[in-house]
């Protein structure tokens, strides 16, 4: 099975206020996150403006699953996951 780390950056609220969002805020702002939220999303090798929703589902799979880690600064939040990809071969 191979996994494939993901960097994700989305805006969330206002530049000013988003900094002191504790960790559960974070988590429900993610939740409800949108498609629309999403900047940029980048592998090693891969990167998407325009994210799939096959792709956005495995996100939000992975967030209420709280396996991700971010960085809050001035508006801007980056996650980073690991997801595990299976390919039809390895089912």
Do not use: C
């Not at 960097?7 to 609220?13: Q, S």
């Not at 559960?24 to 939740?31: G, Q």
């Not at 096959?54 to 980056?78: A, M, Q, R």
């Amino acid at each position: 099975m191979k996994k494939l780390k993901f960097h994700l950056e989305a805006i969330i609220r206002d530049r000013y206020e988003s900094d002191s969002l504790v960790k559960n805020e974070v988590h429900e702002w993610l939740l409800n996150m949108q498609i629309q939220d999403i900047l940029k999303v980048e592998t090693e090798n891969e990167y998407w403006e325009d994210i799939p929703q096959s792709l956005f589902e495995l996100f939000k799979t992975s967030i209420k699953n709280k396996n991700y880690e971010y960085t809050l600064v001035k508006g801007h939040l980056w996650l980073v996951m690991e997801i595990s990809l299976e390919s039809e071969h390895e089912k």
